[in-house]
């Protein structure tokens, strides 16, 4: 397996205000790592790609200039939550894959999840 | 586009005894992945099972077993001797070409004592 580590766990900040959340991973290489959404007793909706590097893609309808991500090396990608409102209020999941390296190979399309954020916006 | 269905949004289950879970799912590749994956209380997403599609055996892990049918897209969750830290949120998750994963809605599962 692997793993993975998202700070903080839990959120609280007025709204107006931006959070950063940060995933990483403690013993792998990450080059793809995901971000999640997810609402209560609901399922996750994929929000965005990140790759190492480069932009992330996002997917529909997620708005990419509210909701900034930096993957800025193989262990730390980031998610700010920028200008919150109490309808961003969510617990918010990331995930790694693994990387194909020398290493070790991947576990194709196995995904490592963190243990989430609870964001509130009051 | 691929699709995930889990018809059932809560299921019970007596502790020691066996629970099946449902899951189908539609898709036009060949090459695929399809997981179980297990969220308890505490949200933590955990791999419960792992099945490769081009093995027409079915996965098996200690208590957990799937019902792989390729040719009906089905993919279903026997989860024997339930214990009472089987009481989770189960979701049917396709990995395909693109590396996303996609999500059926999920199965709440209780285990009663």
């Known amino acids: 397996g692997a793993v993975v580590s998202q700070h903080p766990s839990w959120v609280i900040c007025k709204s107006g205000t931006s959070v950063k959340i940060e995933c990483r991973s403690l013993d792998f290489q990450a080059t793809t790592m995901f971000w999640y959404r997810q609402f209560p007793k609901q399922s996750l909706m994929l929000m965005a790609t990140?790759?190492?590097?480069?932009?992330?893609?996002?997917e529909q309808g997620v708005e990419k200039d509210k909701f900034l991500i930096n993957h800025a090396s193989l262990t730390l990608s980031t998610l700010t939550v920028t200008s919150a409102h109490p309808e961003d209020s969510s617990f918010y999941i990331c995930?790694?894959?693994?990387?194909?390296?020398?290493?070790?190979?991947?576990?194709?399309?196995?995904?490592?999840f963190g243990p989430g954020t609870r964001l509130t916006v009051l | 586009a691929q699709t995930v269905t889990q018809s059932q949004p809560e299921m019970s289950v007596q502790e020691a005894e066996t629970v099946t879970l449902s899951c189908t799912y539609d898709?036009?590749?060949?090459?695929?992945?399809l997981f179980w994956y297990k969220q308890p209380p505490s949200r933590q997403m955990i791999l419960v099972i792992r099945?490769?599609?081009?093995?027409?055996q079915n996965a098996t892990e200690n208590r957990f077993s799937v019902n792989f049918q390729k040719a009906a897209k089905s993919f279903s969750l026997k989860i024997s001797d339930s214990q009472l830290g089987d009481a989770a949120m189960y979701f049917c998750?396709?990995?395909?070409?693109?590396?996303?994963?996609?999500f059926g809605t999920g199965t709440l599962l209780a285990v009663q004592p």
């Open positions: 990140s790759n190492e590097g480069s932009k992330a893609t996002y």
């Open positions: 898709t036009s590749e060949s090459d695929y992945y």
């Open positions: 998750v396709y990995g395909g070409a693109t590396n996303k994963l996609i």
């Open positions: 995930s790694l894959q693994r990387y194909w390296g020398l290493a070790g190979g991947s576990q194709n399309n196995e995904q490592f």
């Open positions: 099945q490769e599609a081009y093995k027409q």
